[in-house]
């Protein structure tokens, strides 16, 4: 079984650039989110995608924007990047919509630094 | 709104000692889960253990355990035997509204060898 991956790994940009990152989900998943994780803070929420439809968001201005794909891979797009966007970001993966037992599964993140 | 509360930023243990990591929860839900997570120094955030709140006994993952003391609204992360690749970040988690995660702040453990 595949776990989730993310590319890339790591991402300089300079201040605003376009960024995509992206993700594949754990095999037997159809649910994707991404965080975002900045340097010693928990993650923050920025959006969640089932079966190709953006299906939550957390407060996140609208240059942040993704997709999700047939195969349930996903993309996470920031726009017009500000210094503020340097973070860890971390997709995860889960079988459904979030129900209390259900596990989300993360990939090993993209370090983006923007300068 | 669900709140998650982490009390101890950072901790040190002896190797092979026992830490209990705190959480504390908010919600109003009648029906939650609670997770742990493992964040190395990698950045990957890995799974340890879920308890949900109808679970009648306490969770357990090979050396992990879940104190769940409902009443008081605990969730704290027992390790048993540490070990120095148990040093990382833990995170204690619930699901909010809107499809997303809600984390505490984060425990950062150092095993001592």
């Known amino acids: 079984e595949t776990g989730v991956t993310q590319s890339p790994t790591h991402l300089i940009k300079t201040r605003g650039q376009q960024v995509t990152l992206r993700c594949s989900s754990q095999?037997?998943?159809?649910?994707v989110s991404w965080y975002q994780q900045a340097l010693g803070q928990g993650p923050q929420f920025i959006f969640q995608?089932?079966?190709?439809?953006?299906?939550g968001r957390g407060n996140f201005p609208p240059r942040f924007s993704g997709l999700q794909f047939p195969n349930y891979s996903s993309e996470l797009n920031v726009n017009a990047l500000e210094l503020d966007d340097s973070a860890l970001y971390l997709c995860?993966?889960?079988?459904?919509?979030?129900?209390?037992?259900?596990?989300?599964?993360f990939g090993p993140g993209t370090r983006l630094l923007v300068l | 709104a669900q709140k998650i509360t982490q009390t101890q930023p950072g901790m040190f243990v002896q190797e092979k000692e026992a830490v209990t990591l705190d959480c504390t929860y908010d919600?109003?839900?009648?029906?939650?889960?609670l997770f742990w997570y493992k964040q190395p120094s990698s950045g990957e955030m890995i799974f340890l253990i879920y308890?949900?709140?109808?679970d009648q006994q306490n969770a357990t993952e090979g050396r992990y355990s879940l104190n769940f003391q409902k009443a008081r609204k605990s969730a704290n992360l027992v390790i048993s035997a540490s070990q120095l690749g148990d040093s990382a970040m833990y995170f204690c988690?619930?699901?909010?509204?809107?499809?997303?995660?809600?984390w505490g702040a984060g425990t950062k453990l150092i095993i001592k060898p």
């Open positions: 995860a993966s889960s079988q459904g919509l979030a129900g209390i037992e259900e596990t989300q599964y």
């Open positions: 095999s037997g998943h159809n649910t």
């Open positions: 995608y089932y079966r190709e439809e953006e299906n």
């Open positions: 919600t109003s839900d009648p029906s939650y889960g």
């Open positions: 308890q949900g709140s109808y």
């Open positions: 988690a619930m699901w909010g509204s809107n499809y997303q995660l809600i």
